[in-house]
């Protein structure tokens, strides 16, 4: 193989295979711009439905639609080449049953190119997942803290803590066997994280989990400081780039104001500049 040959994003089958070995990076994306930002460094990129609280300002992931996730995973896969891309299913495209889940989430890869898709949910969900694989839809699972059940679960809270976490367990078991080629782990305790690793034979993705988990993701806006209503306990902030340009937007302003700008290196002559001849002179 040449040395110059192009390199082949992963599939989720190459996803899977990396159970116990190095560790799977991945973010989130929503933009092309960003897509291309973070493409070299991911193995996946999951366009997610964090999307609604993080670009639209919505209160919580609830009210992200299909047409969102579609017109954001469309955006992404612009910026991709290396990493594949994962979308999420939006809440109420894919509970109702396997049937409605498996329309939905075929629009969805039809429409973005997604190498798969996510949906959230354990034993509840485990025969939807199955039908999904049955019909050539890769799924990644997602347990743990399911932002789309923040209703029923009471908020933002860690779960599987006590006798709970038998019940994460058995989720954890119930997507594996059902056919998802890995799962994401959110807010749980890291010893529990660390045992349903060890435990099932698909990767686990951590995000407020372990580092024993066989990858990790993060909010990319959270983790870049762009977003900063709140900022979770397992982010780590890696630049604080909201702090940058809301100081760039300050003085962009205070310039405005001042008319120092535009300065007269960023205006135009009332004539055009003369073309030097081929010779140079």
């Known amino acids: ?24 990076v991945s973010l989130t994306a929503y933009t092309t711009q960003m897509a291309e930002l973070m493409d070299a460094h991911c193995d996946f990129v999951l366009v997610g439905d964090s999307v609604g609280m993080v670009l639209h300002g919505l209160p919580s992931t609830l009210g992200v ?18 990493a594949m891309m994962v979308v ?3 809440f109420g495209s894919y509970e109702e049953s396997p049937k409605q889940a498996f329309r939905n989430a075929a629009r969805i890869m039809s429409e973005t190119g997604a190498a798969a898709v996510k949906l959230e949910g354990g034993v509840a969900m485990a025969d939807t997942i199955a039908f999904l694989v049955a019909r050539g839809i890769p799924v990644m ?7 789309q059940s923040i209703n029923t679960l009471g908020g933002y809270k860690v779960q599987g803590r006590g006798d709970a976490g038998d019940a994460l367990m058995a989720d954890s078991k119930a997507v594996a066997d059902a ?18 690793t060890a435990e099932i034979n698909i990767p686990t993705i951590g995000i407020g989990a372990s580092a024993g988990c066989d990858g990790q993701i993060l909010v990319v806006d959270d983790m870049i400081g762009l977003f900063t209503a709140f900022k ?26 001042a008319r120092t700008f535009p300065a007269q290196e960023h205006l135009f002559a009332d004539e055009a500049p003369q073309k030097k001849s081929e010779t140079g002179k």
């Open 232 to 257: 979770a306990k397992f982010v780590k902030r890696y630049a604080n780039l909201g702090e940058q340009a809301e100081a760039a937007f300050a003085e962009y302003a205070a310039d405005v104001r």
């Open 65 to 82: 639609t299909m047409e969102m996730m579609i017109l954001h995973g469309q955006a992404v896969a612009r910026g991709l080449r290396n």
């Open 179 to 196: 056919g998802a080629f890995a799962v994401v782990l959110e807010k749980v305790p890291a010893t529990l994280a660390d045992e349903v």
């Open 1 to 24: 193989m040449s040395a110059t040959a192009k390199k082949r994003a992963p599939m989720p089958d190459d996803i899977r295979a990396r159970k116990g070995g190095e560790p799977l």
């Open 141 to 147: 699972a997602h347990v743990g803290l399911t932002p």
């Open 88 to 90: 999420d299913m939006p």
